[in-house]
């Protein structure tokens, strides 16, 4: 796909995101996961340190403010907007895809669309953005990782695998054939931490160990549960009146892939993957999921669409502070949840995890089906 192509189909993304559902409705699996409150909990809201630190820099809070945009003049402002964001609470960021980057003829107005986020945030960790097909598709693609983690300054680059959506996109799509030796070459190549990011579908153990061994340095496990790129692409393709009907057309594999808890439990609860820095999103909407996710091994968790909409709604009203005030929220019911929990930091919340936690239904036949031992024989280390 060419990258005017693929600059459409990002608008549109942005558009149809934030005009249309493409959320998933289905069953919350983190409810599967019950950690039992503390009566006596003798933790206070205001003794709760949430601090932490990934790849060795040093965070306010375990969020990360997953990929959205950049590439296009109209969407700098966005850009811009979390950069400043990410700077006052100390939180790490993405950025969305840096294709529109790449070429001899891309314009200065495009890059600032994506380096005014490091403008802002001089001294965050933000992470640069291109997909696993552009890898495979292109002859340079040192120089293009190289490139765009230069624009951004980049503490690091999150490759993303969405093989639902490159099929729909490409009926003649050819897979990530050759993709393994390249990521091989780049990680000799590039002394940049390489993350591997999944859209939508999740990971599991055997899509990461070989990726780990050969010297991925983390990976971001977007599962099922909130946005969904296929569903994105269904409604693309219907009218209005399609939409607006009372059950709008669904496809199949709208909501196709492993669940967000399912993915972070089959690599978290192996005592091997326990070096493994994770980045977890996909459907993390409340501060109870969020808590639920840092006990099972979540090292950042990630937010996008939620963030989408928060900062959509500031725009023309300067005074408005709703992505500020989602932030703060989300912060203070993480720290309640923690608090009824008797948990005072993320490593404290870890140890509950073998006395105080309990799996129900499809969850518990998932860790059955997967060989998975719960309550672990051990603790998950904070990375
Ligand atoms: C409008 C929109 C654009 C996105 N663009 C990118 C992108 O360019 N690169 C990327 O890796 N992920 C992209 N994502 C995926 C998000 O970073 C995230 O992984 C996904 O939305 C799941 O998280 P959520 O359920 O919190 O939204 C995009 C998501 C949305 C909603």
Not at 88 to 101: L, M, N, P, R, S
Not at 142 to 150: G, H, M
Not at 259 to 287: F, K, Y
Request: glycine share 8%.
């Amino acid at each position: 796909m060419k990258a005017k192509d693929f600059l459409n189909m990002q608008m549109n993304s942005l558009e149809i995101a934030l005009k249309d559902d493409i959320q998933y409705h289905g069953r919350d699996y983190f409810k599967d996961f019950y950690m039992v409150p503390n009566s006596l909990s003798p933790v206070s809201i205001n003794d709760i340190d949430l601090s932490c630190s990934f790849h060795g820099e040093k965070l306010n809070y375990p969020i990360y403010v997953g990929s959205l945009t950049g590439g296009e003049v109209g969407l700098t402002k966005i850009n811009e907007t979390l950069g400043n964001f990410a700077k006052k609470y100390k939180i790490a960021q993405g950025i969305g895809d840096q294709i529109h980057c790449l070429g001899n003829t891309v314009k200065d107005p495009i890059i600032q669309s994506y380096s005014i986020m490091r403008e802002k945030n001089p001294e965050g960790v933000i992470l640069s953005n291109l997909s696993a097909k552009c890898l495979v598709q292109s002859e340079t693609y040192i120089e293009d990782v190289q490139k765009v983690v230069d624009i951004v300054k980049a503490n690091g680059i999150e490759i993303y695998l969405s093989p639902l959506r490159d099929v729909l996109w490409d009926k003649n799509d050819f897979g990530l054939v050759g993709f393994i030796p390249k990521l091989k070459k780049l990680i000799e190549t590039i002394d940049i931490p390489i993350i591997i990011k999944s859209v939508s579908t999740g990971l599991c153990n055997d899509d990461i160990r070989n990726l780990w061994d050969i010297g991925v340095s983390g990976f971001n496990i977007g599962g099922v549960g909130g946005t969904s790129f296929a569903r994105m692409d269904t409604l693309s393709h219907l009218t209005l009146s399609q939409k607006q009907s009372v059950s709008p057309i669904k496809r199949p594999l709208d909501f196709f892939g492993t669940p967000t808890v399912w993915s972070l439990l089959d690599i978290a609860l192996r005592p091997e993957n326990n070096d493994i820095p994770l980045i977890v999103g996909g459907g993390i909407r409340n501060g109870l999921q969020a808590v639920k996710a840092l006990a099972m091994g979540a090292d950042l968790i990630s937010f996008a669409y939620p963030i989408l909409i928060e900062l959509t709604e500031d725009f023309g009203y300067p005074k408005e502070r709703n992505l500020e005030r989602w932030l703060e929220r989300l912060i203070f019911h993480i720290k309640t949840v923690m608090a009824l929990f008797g948990a005072q930091t993320i490593e404290d919340l870890r140890s509950l995890v073998k006395s105080r936690t309990v799996i129900f239904g499809r969850t518990k036949e998932w860790i059955n089906g997967r060989n998975l031992a719960f309550p672990p024989k051990f603790i998950r280390k904070l990375h």
